[in-house]
């Protein structure tokens, strides 16, 4: 499986998971709340994690070339949804365990009938 995530500096996180999420509910599987976000890309699975100072995006796909195809929709939306600030984040691959678990139960949901 492949890994990635990024922490971004933001009070406003909250306001980006439900902007992304309504957004891309447009076209997959989404589930989110004001703290929270699930999203089935077609690559793999997506989970967005909001509190008081930053958006913790991590990701997970079994193919390699997932992990920068989901990147760069979340970059370029982040882009247009960010008007008002400037966000500035890297990409790592450091994923903890709970939130592989996470991610995991997901890919399972995703695949189920």
């Known amino acids: ?47 967005l994690q909001a509190n008081a100072q930053s958006l913790n995006i991590y990701m997970q796909a079994e193919a390699p070339e997932g992990i920068p195809a989901m990147q760069f929709i979340i970059d370029d939306h982040l882009r247009r949804f960010a008007r008002f600030e400037t966000l500035s984040y890297q990409w790592g691959t450091e994923v903890p365990m709970a939130v592989k678990t996470e991610l995991a139960a997901l890919t399972q949901a995703g695949s189920a009938p």
């Open 1 to 47: 499986m492949n890994y990635a995530s990024t922490q971004i500096p933001t009070a406003e996180a909250s306001k980006y998971i439900h902007k992304l999420c309504r957004h891309f509910a447009h076209k997959v599987s989404v589930l989110f709340s004001e703290q929270d976000g699930q999203v089935q890309f077609l690559q793999g699975q997506c989970l």
